[in-house]
């Protein structure tokens, strides 16, 4: 089993910035990616970046890219997601995850192991 503690979001103003932690505990040694997903109001939850674990391969969704920044620190099985020019369609729960297998892993059915979730949002 692998645990997953998110920190780091909040209220921010439209144009601000962002940085969600996740650390990952238990079984670290099974996750081959791990990935921020988001659920705004009744929408689905979607893939925001994602990163192998082994080759650091880096995946985002369009609606981010140029925008957020995901890196891992492998010492300390953290992963971050930096977030800049954020807007109001950006509010949702952030949602840390972490992936054993290696499908579908630009959405959220390749994942297993999912932190509580943490709030942002962008508004004014």
């Known amino acids: 089993q692998v645990q997953l503690l998110e920190s780091g979001g909040g209220l921010v103003q439209p144009g601000g910035s962002l940085t969600l932690s996740c650390t990952a505990s238990g079984s670290v040694f099974t996750i081959n990616a791990m990935g921020w997903h988001r659920q705004a109001p009744g929408k689905q939850r979607e893939l925001v970046a994602m990163?192998?674990?082994?080759?650091?391969?880096?995946n985002y969704a369009d609606a981010v890219k140029g925008r957020f920044t995901i890196s891992r620190d492998s010492a300390k099985n953290t992963v971050y997601l930096q977030m800049n020019g954020l807007t109001p369609e950006d509010t949702a729960v952030y949602h840390c995850?972490?992936?054993?297998?290696?499908?579908?892993?630009?959405?959220?059915?390749?994942?297993?192991?999912w932190g509580q979730g943490t709030q942002v949002t962008v508004s004014s």
């Open positions: 995850a972490a992936a054993p297998g290696i499908q579908f892993l630009t959405t959220p059915r390749g994942y297993d192991y």
């Open positions: 990163v192998l674990v082994r080759d650091g391969s880096i």
